[in-house]
């Protein structure tokens, strides 16, 4: 899936359920606030009921409207209370707005039920006519105060917020976790293909080397003996040409030998090896060539540094970077220093030869590709080969004080 369609495929339904989320919440808050005013004017209403019984009692009995305002003053969420005559004059009131009525003529004009703003919030204003016991008509009126629901919506709306932010972000992180996912996914599979066509291209290609050997191993074989038994026989003038024959026909079954083990399948039989043993035993295979040179070969590990792996094959990999380090090296000195670092082996070949021009550090490990002089081009590609079996990696790259630096990175570093 391409990563436009990808996108489209999670962000279309988590923008979806948030709207759904939204317009179901949005419709939750109204309906609660409505249920609440509802609630709120039930219970005024009642309140309302029984504060009439009592004005129209006291009324009758003659008790004063400002007297009955001020036994009925006090409910928390009552911010004002007035008692008005038939023509709406305020006989008698109380208000928490410190001396402030919020009433008016055409405010209680044909209005039972109505809301207004104040500093202390919305105000839920209710007129209630009534007949007092003295046979007048009256009416009671009466601000609730609607603070608490309004603390309910904004705690509402934060909580929504809070919740829709969440699960954005929930949302979000499931979304590159599976982008990822499915991206490495992908990657895995593009490299799994790409594993499977080089192995098929390698059979083919060990198939079609292993036959051409064959091929050119059974004339060679020939011509060797053939040489041989010239050698005996030919006179003492020939001997010379005769040996250069034999020694060319030995060269090119050497190097159809290189060619075949470089594309044989390797098998690896993984045992546990010090690597300090590996780089001395490559050493000291190297050691008369190295003399000859003056060139100084040195090895360093810890004692204790091992791997799981084929220890022929390994071998044969140390030996070729230390034998190229040897070669590219006139005098001076060549170093194999290894040391566990992240719970992996590093080995490092350092030269201090003529070093590797920069535009073959790319293809210094490809088949055939060799900056020596009559060089085939096996070797370094036979390393990386065996170094990958490994489940490891091989570099190249120019040293600073001169020279070149061959890196292996091997899993385990077990001691």
Partial sequence: MKRSGLLAFFLLPSAAVLALFFAQSTLNRSFIRRSTEALVREQLAASARILESEASRLLGAGVPASEIIGRFAGPADAYFLALLDADNAVLGW??????????????????DEWTIESPAGLILNLRRPFLGGDGRPYSLYIGYSLARLEEMQRYSRRSFLLLAAAMAAVGLLILSGVYRLHRLTLVRAEEAMAERKEKRRFQELSGFSAGIAHEIK????GLALLFESLERRAPAE???????????VERIGRI?????????????KAERILVGDLLREAAELLAGEASRRGISLRTEAPESLAVIGDRALLLQALFNLLRNAVEATEAGAVEALAERRHGRVHIDVEDTGHGIPEADLERIFDPFTSTKPGGLGVGLFL???IVEAHDGTVAAEPRAEGGARFRIDLPGGRT
Avoid: H, M, W
């Avoid at 059974?218 to 074989?221: E, I, S």
């Avoid at 001997?239 to 060319?248: F, H, K, M, Q, S």
């Avoid at 159809?256 to 690896?268: G, K, N, T, W």
């Fill in 383 to 385: 390393t990386r080969k």
């Fill in 218 to 221: 059974n004339p060679l074989n």
């Fill in 238 to 248: 020939c001997a010379e040409d005769t040996a250069l024959g034999r020694a060319e």
């Fill in 256 to 268: 159809v030998d290189q060619f075949s083990s470089a594309a044989r399948p390797l098998e690896i």
């Fill in 94 to 111: 109380s208000s928490r707005f410190e001396g402030y009525l919020p009433v008016s003529k055409a405010d209680l004009a044909g209005k």
